[in-house]
C-alpha cells in the first residue's frame, strides 16, 4: 500500500521561505513522477511543480518559477519543495503526488496523494 505523508507547512509572512517534505511508503520504484499541487479556497487544484524519479528533470508552474524548487532523494523515499519569497497567494493546502508514469500537470495522472499540508502567508 502506497502512502505518502507531507510536512512542513505553516505561517509565515510575505517574502518569509519554507520547505515542504513528502515522505513515500510502500514506492519502491525509481522510475514515475512525484509533483507538488495546491488548492486555495473557492480555486481548483493546481500543479506547482513535478520532477522524475529517475533523472530528476523537473519542472514549475509560472507562478512559482524562480521561487519555489522541487528536489527528491529516492534513497529515503522523500520529496521536497523548497519554498522562497512567499506570497499571500501562495496561500494553499499543498499535496503531494505520486504516479507510476510520465509526469505531466493534470492531476488525474497521479494514482496516490497526500493528505496535504496548509500554507499559509501573510501580507
Known amino acids: 500500500q502506497v502512502q505518502l505523508v507531507e510536512s512542513g507547512g505553516g505561517s509565515v509572512q510575505a517574502g518569509g521561505s519554507l520547505r515542504l517534505s513528502c515522505v513515500t511508503s510502500?514506492?519502491?520504484?525509481?522510475?514515475?513522477?512525484m509533483a507538488w499541487f495546491r488548492q486555495a479556497p473557492g480555486k481548483q487544484r493546481e500543479g506547482v511543480s513535478f520532477?522524475?524519479?529517475?533523472?530528476?528533470?523537473?519542472s514549475s508552474a509560472a507562478s512559482v518559477e524562480g521561487r519555489f524548487t522541487a528536489s527528491r532523494d529516492n534513497a529515503k523515499n522523500t520529496q521536497y519543495l523548497e519554498m522562497n519569497s512567499l506570497k499571500p497567494e501562495d496561500t494553499a493546502v499543498y499535496y503531494c503526488a505520486a504516479s507510476r508514469k510520465y509526469c505531466t500537470w493534470r492531476s488525474s495522472n497521479y494514482e496516490y496523494w497526500g493528505q496535504g499540508t496548509q500554507v499559509t502567508v501573510s501580507s
Open positions: 520532477i522524475s524519479r529517475d533523472v530528476g528533470s523537473q
Open positions: 510502500g514506492y519502491t520504484s525509481t522510475r514515475g513522477c
